[in-house]
């Protein structure tokens, strides 16, 4: 067995490798089974809107639930205690911003992907290129974590060096990606949410029970700071809520889960869902990050505060048990990476076949393999954040992009289509400005370049209304017949209720 | 294994098929839909509000009350099971009030729609 040099492996290797395998076979047997009723042109791209909403639901929720989640936010709260609850917290009442705000009319707009609703609703193709230029970034930006996470998990679990890991979970998404388009990923994502949930549940009751004949918890021990980090200002914490509540209604792979519901309502009950999944599952990472605060406060002064969860089981459990504890977590982080990762490609490979290369089914499987390959070279050259923050910087990124477009054009008349590329164009790149900023100062990094929303979103926004109250002429003369169709219920008439 | 040619589904995927293309075209059915949109975005705006002000009192409760962050319940903090576990059954009614509403809002726009139409 070569190790990699990158620290002792706490798991015993075999079962991290087991876990992965299992992982990707099951992946593959159900995607095999989606990709038998995968036949029909709409298939391909969003299951042809027929999927049930608790179907739907677990599949969001399945493909929402990325690295930062799985691992990201127990290291976080073992870091720095309450104020990175605001992360869970966050990521879920993004979905109340999109039930709210985006859900039904986004599926009533009949559009598939993001860039097709801004070509429909500003009846021009300049915003559209714009749009799907920024729907990449965001796309490639949130790959990257997914693949550190996978990068992480294997170094820690196997003993193997990183790059193995993100490879891995590349060529596993692509592959079935390219196999079975998005009917099958419906499936697989539905049984990804469950697993994940099940491997963060079952471990976590077990380390209840050992605790338990242990003796009980020192509830003070929960105060322990284990880094010594000075706890997060009000900015922060508003700043980071900003980024999460707004951001999540512009993440590409989420907003295409929408259209495979048949109705607007629909798309709202299956939101409503989502809620649901998301509010239980949240409480397990929590838990991995209290607890961890309390018994094994030396993983965060090691260092190793996203393996957390990975580590956990084994260091409270022990034996066997424990063994088979930690297989069944890193079977769910893998689950994790890979829906995540599979999401995020099927819908970049939507945008970019459609845009760049004509839109055939060989354009859609050449465009995954371009979705796959950059963020997993970017992942090689840069270095793992914590998960959940670098995570956190990318939802900034969409809410200072796209959030802005599919608000202001969903509710507001007066969206022109140079203000939504001025608008754009002025979030990303005072957003993206502060991430290379941030990236390049390191660890001195005002907070205000550190968590850039509070400013970079509202400021986005500005210059979307200003430029299109300049532009007023601009305002597409087919308003009226879109904003109908974004608003009103489908139900035909002549039928009555 | 059939192959299925994908061609890009490019512009506004399917036209509509109900009477969403007729009730719009009269100025009185534009009244109609324009004050749905105003009342979806004022529910949609009040439900939002409404969440924000109850989650950015849960911190100003917190410091307000030094002792009720020390207390504890069944072993666990009491601010980490507020911020941790309290948040989420708000999110869960907030979704689910403005869920109904807007369905309401909806059949009434339906019923106003179908009468005008009625009336033609």
Same mark, same amino acid.
Request: charged share 10%; hydrophobic share 40%; glycine share 16%.
């Given at each position: 067995m070569i190790l990699a040099g990158t620290g002792d492996c706490a798991v015993n290797p075999a079962v991290g490798i087991t876990a992965f395998a299992a992982v990707t076979a099951a992946t593959a047997v159900i995607g095999f089974y989606g990709l038998r009723i995968s036949r029909t042109t709409g298939d391909f791209y969003v299951a042809s809107r027929t999927v049930p909403p608790w179907w739907n639901a677990s599949a969001i929720g399945g493909e929402y639930l990325s690295a930062a989640s799985f691992l990201g936010v127990a290291g976080l709260i073992l870091l720095s205690g309450t104020d990175a609850l605001w992360f869970p917290v966050g990521y879920t009442a993004g979905y109340l911003m999109l039930l709210l705000f985006v859900a039904a009319p986004l599926r009533r707009s009949g559009a598939y992907t993001i860039p097709d609703f801004t070509e429909a609703r500003l009846d021009s193709r300049s915003a559209r290129l714009v749009t799907s230029l920024a729907v990449v970034i965001v796309g490639w930006l949130y790959i990257v974590p997914q693949l550190h996470g996978a990068a992480l998990t294997i170094r820690t679990t !196997?003993?193997?060096?990183?790059?193995v890991g993100s490879t891995a979970v590349v060529v596993v998404v692509v592959l079935t990606v390219v196999a079975g388009g998005m009917r099958s990923i419906t499936f697989v994502q539905a049984f990804q949410y469950w697993l994940k949930l099940t491997a963060l549940a079952v471990p976590l009751v077990f380390i209840l029970l050992v605790l338990r004949d242990n003796g %009980?918890? $020192? $509830? $003070? $021990?929960?105060? *322990?700071?284990? !880094?010594g980090l000075a706890p997060a200002g009000p900015y922060q914490n508003i700043s980071l809520l900003v980024a999460l509540l707004f951001g999540t209604l512009g993440l590409p792979h989420v907003l295409v889960r929408f259209y495979t519901n048949p109705d607007g309502h629909s798309a709202r009950r299956t939101t409503l869902i989502v809620l649901g999944l998301l509010s239980v599952f949240y409480l397990f990472p929590t838990a991995y990050g209290l607890v961890g605060r309390m018994f094994a406060p030396g993983l965060a002064q090691a260092g190793q505060a996203d393996a957390v969860v990975l580590l956990l089981p084994g260091r409270l459990i022990g034996g066997p048990a424990g063994e088979l504890m930690s297989a069944f977590v890193v079977a769910g982080a893998f689950a994790a990476f890979l829906s995540t990762t599979s999401g995020l490609v099927v819908s970049l490979a939507g945008v970019i076949s459609q845009d *760049?290369?004509?839109?055939s089914v060989r354009g859609f499987r050449l465009a995954a393999l371009v979705s796959a390959a950059v963020p997993l070279a970017v992942a090689f050259i840069t270095d793992s954040l914590a998960l959940a923050g670098s995570v956190g910087l990318v939802f900034a990124f969409t809410a200072s992009t796209i959030c802005p477009v599919l608000l202001l054009g969903i509710w507001? #008349?007066?969206?022109t289509d140079a203000g939504a590329i001025a608008g754009m164009a002025t979030g990303g790149l005072l957003c993206g400005g502060a991430m290379v900023a941030g990236a390049a100062l390191? %660890?001195? !990094? &005002?907070v205000w370049l550190a968590q850039p929303a509070a400013w970079t979103v509202p400021a986005a926004f500005a210059v979307m209304v200003l430029t299109s109250r300049a532009t007023k002429? #601009? *305002? &597409?003369? !087919?308003i009226t017949k879109v904003m109908t169709r974004l608003h009103t219920p489908e139900r035909p008439l002549a039928t009555g209720r | 294994m059939t192959r299925v040619r994908v061609t890009a589904p490019r512009s506004v995927a399917r036209p509509a098929v109900d009477f969403r293309g007729t009730a719009e075209e009269s100025a009185v059915g534009q009244v109609f839909v324009r004050s749905l949109i105003r009342s979806q975005l004022r529910l949609a705006l009040v439900v939002a509000g409404g969440f924000v002000l109850i989650v950015g009192a849960f911190p100003l409760l917190l410091a307000a009350f030094p002792g009720l962050a020390e207390s504890t319940v069944a072993g666990i903090p009491f601010d980490w099971l507020l911020l941790g576990a309290g948040i989420y059954p708000v999110t869960g009614i907030s979704a689910w009030l403005y869920m109904r509403s807007a369905a309401r809002n909806e059949a009434r726009y339906r019923d106003l729609a179908r009468d005008l139409s009625g009336d033609r």
């Open positions: !196997t003993g193997l060096p990183s790059w %009980a918890p $020192a $509830a $003070a $021990a929960a105060d *322990v700071n284990p !880094t *760049v290369l004509g839109g507001w #008349r007066g969206l390191g %660890a001195g !990094t &005002p002429s #601009r *305002v &597409p003369h !087919t | -």
